[in-house]
């Protein structure tokens, strides 16, 4: 009895020393991986959400959540606090990019989610500015001559291309079947957004990464290159020959600036 009792406590006394080394020896639990941002797109003046779809088709492929969020292009702040509420319903860190009229929403936005700033021939203005200002800063926008008016009820005025102008406008490299669809379904730009004066620009704060046709005919290129210096951007492309409409045309190029933005916050 005694010798089966030895053999009993022995055992007990292996096994407790085989479970205290084998948890000393353990990996510590890592825990869940650090969330990738959620890319927000907006799109400008001109242009709607199909916009963003060969961007979001890259994004896709490189294991990215985006959502394309709907610009009212109504009003600076308006606009703004309709984008700051798809921003809320997101958890985890954001990327906001911005195209043309997009960037000055974007750079409106206040959130300690949102890590990083794209701007894709987009504004970037500095508080107090108007995108009708900064676009008038340089000389090579051709944009007034294309405009048709439509005075709405309330006494505002909103803007669209003339559809026979679209193309050389703002798409010259986009595939003429392609421009001439983008032409009947652009979204006006209010006057009052044209003319609404931004607030204090988180750009200041946040990193920022620009890339901008040097063919643009809506924000003259060196409009582009002053907004990004300014800004301090960390990384800045110039894409040759592109027109205004980058998205469509160049959306490998952009792409690979957000993916570049991602994994700088990430």
Request: with cysteine; proline share 7%.
């Amino acid at each position: 009895m005694r010798i089966t009792n030895a053999v009993k406590l022995a055992a007990v006394a292996v096994g407790l020393t085989a479970t205290i080394a084998s948890a000393g020896c353990a990996t510590a639990d890592p825990g869940p991986a650090p969330a990738k941002p959620t890319i927000v797109l907006v799109h400008g003046a001109f242009a709607e959400s199909s916009s963003w779809n060969g961007v979001i088709d890259k994004l896709n492929k490189q294991g990215l959540s985006s959502i394309a969020a709907g610009n009212p292009l109504r009003s600076v702040q308006g606009d703004a606090d309709s984008v700051r509420s798809v921003v809320a319903s997101i958890n985890g860190p954001v990327i906001l990019v911005g195209h043309s009229y997009g960037g000055q929403v974007i750079s409106q936005i206040q959130d300690p989610k949102v890590k990083g700033l794209v701007y894709v021939a987009a504004f970037a203005p500095e508080e107090g500015e108007t995108i009708g200002e900064l676009s008038g800063k340089f000389p090579g926008s051709t944009l007034g001559d294309t405009l048709d008016k439509v005075v709405l009820p309330d006494g505002s005025t909103d803007l669209y291309i003339q559809p026979a102008k679209y193309q050389r406008q703002f798409a010259a490299d986009v595939p003429n079947s392609q421009a001439a669809i983008d032409a009947l379904t652009q979204r006006p730009l209010n006057d009052r957004a044209l003319n609404g004066k931004s607030g204090a620009p988180n750009w200041k704060s946040l990193p920022s990464w620009f890339i901008f046709p040097d063919a643009d005919f809506n924000i003259p290129v060196a409009a582009h290159r002053f907004m990004a210096e300014r800004a301090g951007a960390r990384a800045t492309v110039e894409v040759p020959g592109a027109s205004h409409a980058l998205t469509i045309s160049e959306p490998d190029a952009v792409a690979k600036v957000i993916v570049d933005a991602v994994q700088a916050v990430g």
